[in-house]
């Protein structure tokens, strides 16, 4: 039983000499004082030797001393329990329509603020929010209301994100004199050049990513940064790049002007010279006529699709030796717009893309080193023998929805592609397949053609193609020629084939088909019966895809799919009943009627 020490008590006199003995006994050696006796080391009653618990506002998450999460909780007001010692404080994804400078100005070793998502204006916002915020490295204010951005910031500050707000101004020290400041997002706000003052950066030598895309820029802002590594600028009313604007910018990679209003008379021949770094440059959705003058040598990307080029002269990229990836996509460039050694300069291209133009012919002389030509939609209505000589080390050939007709392709058009893996025809004018296929081949897309015919020796030596697309022609099952697929066997023990044959005019399976085949599509096609021996040669397919057929209740055969171990899905859907779909037990899963 504990015993208890009482204070404020006067002992009567008939006790004194009881506690004169005791005293006498305390002050001889024998053992510890009881626990009622003053020992500063001993707890008291009621208390407990563990440290108290953290405090944590209710609903909140504190999984560190330091952190605190309210995310989330739809809280209308700043929590009123944080801890003095938090450094990380998220409340994103709340109703918070203001920050009371009392609450922060207690948290003074905060280091990550994050406000994302919340209802913050720029008057629940007051200038001295941040004043005693000496530490803070990390601010995230992104989808407020914000409609000018906090006039003072901490100088300890790295990241501000105070993107997708109606942020109309910014003032000097918002991101002035920070030096450690290295990343700023104002992208999808309403500023225009006149909220962003010239010394909007003075100070700030170390920032490399600056965002300002989807504003109302109307010309390339003055004194940026020259420590930046990306800007991106895209998604303003952009019409002019000023002379010297990017002259200082000389760390610059990456710049991203696309969906802009830049013209020819917007650009000069020193815009980008200074740019001695920048490896990626994207001038897409523009009005430019030109391929811009003085582009730097050390150029990787450039991109300029949807604008109004008309023709590209050899002299606009002597200076970009160096481009692997030029874009030209949706522009002008007609019969005469690649005039032979254009892109000669380019040694080291390795994809050209040159989509929705109005090309008839394959450009002359391109660089020997290109890997992928990309020319879909244009009006290419031949392909000689020696139209793709100069580019053996070709691996992708797109040349889809151009006028090239059977009796226009060389047989040996193809013939020195020998690490050509993709070749897309799809939306042509062939009649049959064309001759002389790399044997590399991985990819054939022939659909949307007016294929009639399959002859066995067009598909010989394709020993390592995977993916076969002949959907939406004219074939029927008379049409292909016995020991079509026999060359596609070599496939049985390292490949694996797609093979499609939809919207065609097939009135059942056709027969022998390859034994690497694991994906089969009959789909839109006429077949009415699907007989016991259909996939007698395909053990290893996976899916099926019959929808939208003539296939009633019992028009497959039970035995149809015997030995079929991996097949996964049969789709029937579509058909004028119900199919009933049987597999063997065996089967690792049961396709159900109708599909699965």
Not at 133 to 157: D, E, G, M, W
Not at 403 to 431: C, E, I, K, P
């Amino acid at each position: 039983m504990a015993t208890s020490c009482p204070a404020g008590r006067h002992p009567d006199p008939a006790l004194r000499s009881q506690r004169l003995s005791l005293l006498l006994l305390l002050l001889l050696p024998g053992p510890p004082p009881a626990p009622c006796m003053e020992d500063p080391a001993f707890p008291h009653l009621g208390e407990s030797s563990q440290p108290p618990p953290r405090a944590c506002p209710p609903r909140c998450s504190c999984p560190r001393a330091d952190t605190v999460a309210c995310d989330g909780l739809d809280l209308l007001v700043f929590p009123d329990n944080i801890t003095r010692e938090a450094q990380h404080l998220s409340l994103q994804n709340n109703q918070l329509q203001e920050l009371p400078y009392n609450e922060l100005s207690r948290l003074s070793g905060l280091r990550t603020l994050n406000l994302h998502n919340n209802l913050i204006s720029s008057e629940g916002l007051p200038d001295e929010a941040f004043e005693s915020l000496t530490q803070l490295q990390h601010i995230y204010v992104a989808h407020n209301k914000l409609s000018v951005a906090p006039q003072f910031l901490p100088r300890s500050l790295r990241v501000a994100d105070l993107a997708a707000n109606q942020v109309t101004e910014i003032f000097p020290l918002t991101f002035g004199e920070k030096p450690a400041l290295r990343s700023v997002y104002l992208h999808n706000n309403q500023l225009s050049n006149a909220g962003l003052p010239p010394d909007a950066f003075r100070g700030s030598e170390a920032v490399a990513t600056l965002s300002l895309s989807s504003n109302r820029l109307s010309y390339v802002p003055p004194s940026l940064p020259p420590s930046l590594e990306r800007l991106h600028l895209q998604n303003n009313l952009i019409s002019k790049v000023p002379r010297g604007a990017l002259s200082r910018q000389t760390h610059l990679r990456e710049l991203y002007l696309q969906h802009n209003q830049l013209t020819d008379s917007g650009l000069d021949a020193t815009t980008f010279s200074k740019l001695h770094r920048l490896e990626y440059l994207d001038l897409s959705h523009n009005q430019l006529a030109v391929v811009p003058a003085g582009l730097p040598r050390a150029l990787a990307v450039l991109h300029l699709g949807r604008n109004r080029i008309q023709r590209v002269e050899a002299a606009r990229l002597r200076g970009a030796r160096g481009l692997r990836y030029l874009l030209l996509q949706h522009n002008e460039l007609g019969a005469a717009g690649l005039p032979a050694g254009a892109l000669r300069p380019l040694r080291g291209l390795h994809t050209l893309h040159l989509y929705g133009n109005g090309l008839d012919r394959v450009p002359p002389a391109l660089p020997r080193r290109l890997r992928a030509l990309v020319l879909p939609h244009n009006r290419v209505a031949a392909l000689g023998a020696r139209d793709l000589a100069a580019t053996p080390g070709l691996a992708e050939l797109n040349l889809a929805y151009n006028r090239l007709s059977s009796a226009h392709l060389h047989h040996r058009a193809f013939r020195r592609l020998r690490a050509l893996r993709s070749l897309d025809l799809a939306g042509n004018q062939l009649t049959r397949l064309p001759a002389g296929l790399p044997a590399g081949l991985h990819t054939l897309r022939l659909q949307r053609n007016q294929l009639r015919a399959l002859e066995p020796e067009r598909l010989a030596g394709l020993h390592q193609l995977q993916d076969l697309s002949l959907a939406h022609n004219r074939l029927r099952v008379g049409d292909i020629g016995p020991g079509t697929w026999h060359e596609l066997q070599a496939l049985q023990v390292r490949g694996s084939l797609v093979l499609d044959l939809s919207h065609n005019e097939l009135s059942f399976v056709p027969p022998d088909l390859p034994e690497a085949l694991e994906e089969l599509h009959l789909q839109g096609n006429r077949i009415g019966h699907v007989g016991p021996e259909a996939f007698f040669s395909t053990p290893r397919l996976r899916a099926l895809f019959l929808r939208a057929n003539r296939l009633h209740m019992t028009s497959i055969s039970p035995e149809a799919f015997l030995g079929l171990q991996h097949l996964r899905l049969v789709d029937t859907t579509g058909n004028p009943e119900q199919v009933l779909v049987r597999l063997p037990l065996t089967a690792p899963r049961r396709p159900r009627a109708g599909g699965s």
